[in-house]
């Protein structure tokens, strides 16, 4: 029970993620073996059932389950030791607020970039991904996150620098979790639409300093509320 109550504060997909892995871990299911259903993990671990499918869709990325659609949720094998070359696991395990530092530094250098080699084309792409994310504002947590990486991810494309895309994608399972998680239960969340844009218009001038600007407004914006649930956390 002490371990269900704890699962109640802070972001919920990676507190049921860590217990089941630790659930694996112990041998608490075989491989091969068939996990309870949703339902009887959410009402053990006293969360939703949606928290407990995105925590076992990102086990089933590294590894560690079997989702065989019709049948069930399985253990799998134990994997390897992962290398120290294996990003998405080690971005896995990090801190939240050091994901957000690492996208901040791509995005910052992406909006640079991108500032100067967008063609009009382009702008009319980004602008379609806007208005969607517009439209699913309010909506299906999952299907707004989704578009809104696709905006960002967008730009990272149109700096036309594919090291920094190689990046941004292994950066997104952990990214995406986290903003589903907390789009669906943080109500401080801030609004930053207007941020959006703000890159979008600096972006379609042409305006190195405007895109950075806006960028670095938009993920700071969340990266303050990071540091707020840490100091009200602080003994």
Do not use: Q
Request: proline share 5%.
């Amino acid at each position: 029970m002490a371990e269900t109550a704890r699962l109640r504060h802070g972001p919920v997909v990676p507190r049921v993620e860590s217990a089941l892995r630790a659930m694996l871990a112990e041998g608490r299911w075989r491989p091969g073996e068939r996990l309870p259903n949703e339902v009887a993990l959410a009402a053990e671990l006293g969360v939703g059932r949606s928290s407990v499918r995105e925590a076992v869709r990102l086990l089933a990325h590294d590894g560690l389950v079997e989702v065989r659609h019709g049948s069930g949720t399985y253990a799998a094998e134990p994997p390897a030791p992962a290398g120290e070359g294996d990003i998405r696991r080690l971005l896995r395990r990090a801190r939240l607020r050091e994901v957000y530092e690492v996208r901040r530094a791509l995005e910052v250098e992406a909006a640079r970039l991108a500032a100067g080699r967008l063609r009009p084309a382009d702008i009319g792409r980004l602008r379609d991904h806007l208005a969607l994310r517009e439209e699913r504002t309010g909506g299906d947590p999952a299907a707004f996150v989704d578009t809104d990486l696709a905006f960002h991810r967008a730009v990272v494309e149109l700096s036309g620098n594919a090291v920094l895309l190689g990046l941004f994608t292994s950066v997104l399972p952990v990214l995406r979790a986290a903003l589903v998680e907390m789009v669906s239960y943080e109500t401080a969340l801030p609004d930053v639409s207007c941020a959006h844009a703000e890159l979008l218009d600096g972006l379609a001038r042409g305006d190195a300093d405007a895109a950075i600007t806006a960028t670095v407004s938009h993920l700071e914006a969340v990266m303050e509320l990071f540091d707020s649930e840490k100091e009200v956390a602080a003994p």
